[in-house]
């Protein structure tokens, strides 16, 4: 099994191993949250903000928008600004494949449009290439 090369992947992924949680793949799905109002969000957006056990979400996300994600998801914040990024490009491909083989749903939440200046594109094939 594929094991994350920095502490920050290890340390975010060691609650989620508990015994009522599924194990084996998980699913990942990408989610714009476009101009940041609530109301312009698909129904399937929010229905995956409030069944995912984990969510990455970055800067750009509404506070309006994360108070759709229920009480249980575990939020991991993966925001970048210039000069300032909390996790690397590489960092974040890491945790969506590391919490989807722990057997998570994630929902890998962006702001706007996430390819365009999203990078989405780079997770959805880096997510193909490691199954």
């Avoid at 290890?10 to 191993?17: C, E, I, K, R």
């Avoid at 494949?97 to 200046?117: I, S």
């Avoid at 959805?124 to 290439?129: G, K, R």
């Amino acid at each position: 099994m594929w094991q994350p090369h920095n502490a920050c992947c290890a340390l975010a992924l060691t609650s989620l191993g508990t015994a009522d949680q599924p194990t084996g793949p998980g699913k990942v799905f990408l989610v714009g949250t476009g101009p940041g109002d609530p109301g312009l969000l698909t129904l399937r957006a929010v229905q995956l903000m409030q069944t995912a056990d984990v969510v990455l979400y970055d800067r750009l996300v509404s506070e309006d928008i994360l108070q759709l994600v229920h009480d249980g998801a575990r939020m991991v914040y993966v925001g970048k600004q210039a000069g300032y990024h909390t996790r690397t490009q590489a960092e974040i491909h890491e945790l969506l494949l590391q919490f989807a083989e722990a057997g998570a749903t994630v929902v890998r939440l962006k702001g706007g449009d996430p390819y365009v200046f999203g990078r989405g594109g780079e997770e959805v094939q880096y997510l193909q290439q490691h199954g």
